[in-house]
């Protein structure tokens, strides 16, 4: 039956004058040779009379699924081999130019900002948080109940105040031990739990550090007034006289506290050096081992996994080997008289030769624990203060030396008066003397410091935060103030900044279930807190929350220039400007009176019109205000936002009021930042 359905095929091919493509049929003699002959019968063969024009090869074309054989004869054709030629060597090319523009976007992107740069620092006194046992005293745990509250005001770093195992002289800045938690703020799991729940949130800790000296009650001292082995030098000790009662210090020095800073141990019978209280004795930093101590610790807590350390009374830790007495601020003055520590010039007892060296040896070990990508170790210190800047930004280190990421700013807090010219004195201060390069930062509130409310005024609490948050550099918030909390008023209150945290209206605010807690609460807590201005539109929490949204996420407050616009006693005028964005930001600010200002008057090409982005009162949020007439009330501050080609920054008239701390440019071509303008 097959045969004849090959016979007739084979007559309907040769009736068609076809010829058979045997591309697909299987070598017949090949299998001939390996089939047994013998055994099977060959076919019968048809004879098909084919004309010679029907018999000559046809002109084959690619089709799908050529064996190797037929490829091969069009592969090798010019046209199919420079085609390919031309593809391979554009794939090359494309690669060449994808590597090149991947290494010239990486050299000419600027540095990302580090984490310590990138967000705002909440600082926390862990006592007054939030307590979870009931106790009356805030606690790791309660803390860690609070998480979402630091994420709601769009925060990632936390900076929390000392927790080591003390007995609380001092508000517990003299530890007892510095590889332990003191048992009021829970255990060593409690903060391992909550480390955890920190970086589980994407967020960062901060914790102190205060090296300068223990607490008396410490494992050191108490073998060190024994003089047992190499402990007897760990402190300062000096001999010095005791008769009748009364001390022959070793000279004048005075403590910070007052009095003499030299306390006679009747164990060791020397006496031995504090620039604090006499129960926290100053470390002997001139001995290497103690050196080492303080490196051990910082170690242990950075292999814990924190984030970075504030380094606080950095200046004390050396002092003057001869022991001069220090010369007198009024040297008519008696010297037996002398009790309080600003009669003296302390030469001799802070920012000693080699105290710097010793500092950016905190910064290397540091530097140990920062080499894994994402895992950088901040750097936080004090400085000398605002009587002497320039000695404050040596803490900063030097352009191949480094020290801290930068030391803390206070002059928003120390200034004595409120006005429009002081504040841009206290941020121009800061900003002139910076080392090039570096970044700033600023508080309006700290543990040692009256509360803004307190200190200058309820009125004047959301423009601080304002100016806080519109600042470039890193923003310290101290807790409490994103509400506007005020220091209790107590006669028992020793700590009047430190009062409980005002979660809510309920009793004791929501900051324990106990009966009491450890120090008062303000009496305003009912319409001051948490819960409440969570719903008011218009609260001092929702302002905040607001600036900080509007700091991260819009780049000429980020890190953009910041030029000084105007100032009089009323109002402090400055812009935040991006080299590449038309668009522009202008903080209107009043420390003062109610006041008129004329802004288009004083920067030329300023638009006729902006519009009101955020303002101290929300009602006003989306308006257009004239620029030749902006007025502002007593503690109203105002977000401008408006368009132009011609920014501040590049103004010739503007030039030395100007600052740019990490410059970049923005283009709008490629939506990226680059750093040569």
């Known amino acids: 039956m097959v045969e004849e359905e090959t016979k007739s095929l084979s007559m309907e091919l040769s009736e068609k004058r076809g010829v058979e493509n045997n591309g697909f049929v299987q070598n017949e003699a090949l299998d001939d040779k390996e089939t047994d002959t013998s055994s099977q019968e060959m076919p019968k063969t048809c004879t098909v009379d084919v004309a010679p024009a029907a018999a000559e090869e046809p002109v084959l074309k690619p089709y799908a699924g050529m064996p190797k054989e037929v490829l091969l004869k069009f592969s090798s054709q010019a046209r199919y081999r420079v085609t390919r030629e031309i593809l391979f060597w554009l794939v090359i090319a494309a690669a060449v130019v994808l590597v090149g523009a991947t290494i010239a976007i990486i050299a000419l992107s600027p540095k990302c900002l580090d984490w310590w740069q990138a967000s705002p620092i909440y600082q926390i006194y862990p006592r007054s948080f939030k307590d979870s046992n009931m106790d009356g005293n805030g606690d790791l745990k309660g803390i860690q109940e609070k998480l979402d509250h630091i994420a709601y005001l769009n925060i990632k770093t936390i900076w929390i105040t000392s927790f ?23 255990s060593m799991k409690d ?66 506290f007052g009095n003499s800073s030299w306390q006679f141990d009747d164990v060791r019978k020397q006496c031995y050096y504090h620039q604090f209280g006499k129960e926290q004795p100053d470390l002997n930093f001139h001995n290497l081992a103690v050196q080492q101590e303080i490196h051990d ?84 210190s004090d400085g000398d203060g605002k009587e002497d800047i320039e000695a404050t930004m040596m803490y900063y280190g030097t352009t191949f030396i480094q020290e801290a990421d930068f030391p803390f700013n206070f002059n928003l807090i120390n200034m004595k008066n409120l006005s429009g010219n002081s504040i841009s004195e206290a941020v121009n201060l800061w900003m002139k003397n910076m080392p090039a390069g570096k970044w700033p930062n600023w508080a309006v509130g700290s543990p040692n410091a009256a509360r803004i409310s307190s200190r200058i005024g309820k009125e004047y609490v959301n423009v601080m935060n304002m100016l806080l948050l519109t600042l470039p550099g890193t923003p310290v918030t101290y807790y409490g103030e994103e509400i506007g909390m005020e220091n209790i008023a107590s006669e028992n209150a020793t ?153 501040v920054h590049t103004m010739e008239a503007f030039e030395g009021n100007c600052f740019v701390a990490e410059k970049a440019c923005y283009s709008s071509a490629f939506n990226l930042l680059y750093v040569n303008c």
Request: hydrophobic share 35%; with cysteine.
């Open 297 to 380: 610790i910082i170690k242990f807590w950075l292999s814990k996994g924190i984030d970075g350390f504030s380094f606080s009374a950095v200046k004390f830790l050396l002092e003057a080997t001869h022991l001069r007495d220090e010369p007198q601020v009024n040297k008519s003055q008696n010297p037996e008289s002398i009790t309080a520590y600003s009669q003296l010039y302390h030469d001799y007892t802070t920012t000693q030769v080699g105290m710097h060296d010793i500092i950016r040896s905190f910064r290397q070990t540091m530097n140990q624990f920062s080499s894994e990508p994402g895992r950088y170790r901040f750097m936080g």
């Open 495 to 647: 700590f009047p900044e430190k009062s409980p945290m005002q979660w809510d209206g309920r009793v004791n605010a929501g900051f324990t279930e106990g009966n009491s807690s450890w120090l008062p609460l303000h009496s305003d807590y009912h319409s001051v807190n948490v819960e409440i201005q969570m719903t008011w539109s218009n609260s001092t929490l929702n302002l905040y929350k607001e600036l900080t949204s509007l700091r991260n996420n819009e780049l000429p407050i980020h890190r953009g220039w910041m030029c000084y616009i105007w100032n009089d006693s009323n109002v402090f005028v400055y812009v935040r400007e991006l080299d590449g964005l038309d668009r522009v930001f202008m903080m209107v600010l009043n420390f003062g009176q109610q006041s008129t200002i004329d802004l288009k008057a004083i920067v030329p090409n300023l638009p006729s019109e902006a519009v009101i982005r955020l303002s101290t009162n929300f009602s006003n949020v989306g308006k257009a205000i004239n620029t030749e007439l902006i007025k502002t009330e007593t503690g109203e501050g105002l977000v401008l936002e408006y368009k132009t080609a011609k920014p």
């Open 191 to 256: 903060f391992e739990n909550l480390l955890a729940a920190i970086h589980d949130r994407g967020l960062k800790l901060i914790m102190d550090l205060i090296p300068n000296h223990t607490s008396d009650k410490h494992r050191w001292f108490q073998l060190s007034r024994n003089r047992t082995g190499k402990y007897t030098d760990y402190y300062i000790w000096r001999d010095c006289t005791q008769a009748a009662g009364a001390v022959a210090p070793p000279n004048n020095w005075v403590s910070v």
């Open 164 to 186: 080591y195992k003390s007995p609380l002289k001092d508000l517990g800045y003299g530890a007892e031990d510095f590889y332990d938690i003191d048992p009021m703020f829970g």
